[in-house]
T-cell receptor, first 112, second 116 residues
């Protein structure tokens, strides 16, 4: 079964607005990662946040992690049409099997 | 150098035929993963190779699916007697790994398999 669950499943916003996606997970983790996927092909790594971190920034991306609530959020500020894609969270479990468990993803549409 | 490459990029096969998908990971990456993604869905873990350790096959959906990896290089995913429900994009990823932690994965472009 999937570890992560994203919400919303789909999000549609206007260019310039901020987009927030959430991810919840079930077991203790070493780190949580966010990936982006265009057109159903290969995923691109966006950002990794470790279990002892609470917030991380990369350009227009801001990720938060709340281990007490087992949840994370990805905020994209000042969105652009080019941000249209699917976004997935993935967790590296503390049991450290060496594999990531991906959620079902959030589909983001940014309208120009 | 180069990123993760996969071949073929597209494969159309008839039900009942065997197919072989190939993945070339990034040089030096010890971990290699295969995922399946059905249309509009998330990634489904299939199998994971880490160095010379026994692979984690816990995600393989049936005994028609198998995968091999030669050392820390090329991997092949084989699907025998393909069924229509095998139609999906098969994604390969590689990663470096150390100190008992898992780092970011680098994905190939995927192989889109269509079983008719």
């Amino acid at each position: 079964s999937q570890q992560g669950e994203e919400d919303p499943q789909a999000l549609s916003i206007q260019e310039g607005e901020n987009a927030t996606m959430n991810c919840s997970y079930k077991t203790s983790i070493n780190n949580l990662q966010w990936y982006r996927q265009n057109s159903g092909r290969g995923l691109v790594h966006l950002i990794l946040i470790r279990s002892n971190e609470r917030e991380k920034h990369s350009g227009r991306l801001r990720v938060t992690l709340d281990t007490s609530k087992k949840s994370s959020s990805l905020l994209i500020t000042a969105s652009r049409a080019a941000d249209t894609a699917s976004y997935f969270c993935a967790t590296d479990r503390a049991s450290n099997t060496g594999k990531l468990i991906f959620g079902q993803g959030t589909t983001l549409q940014v309208k120009p | 150098g180069a990123g993760v490459s996969q071949s073929p990029s597209n494969k159309v096969t008839e039900k009942g035929k065997d197919v072989e998908l190939r993945c070339d990971p990034i040089s030096g990456h010890t971990a290699l993963y295969w995922y399946r993604q059905r249309l509009g869905q998330g990634l489904e873990f299939l199998i994971y190779f880490q160095g010379n350790s026994a692979p984690d096959k816990s995600g393989l959906p049936s005994d028609r699916f198998s995968a091999e990896r030669t050392g820390e290089s090329v991997s092949t995913l084989t699907i025998q007697r393909t069924q229509q429900e095998d139609s999906a994009v098969y994604l390969c990823a590689s990663s470096s790994r150390g100190s008992g932690r898992t780092y970011e994965q680098y994905f190939g472009p995927g192989t889109r398999l269509t079983v008719t």
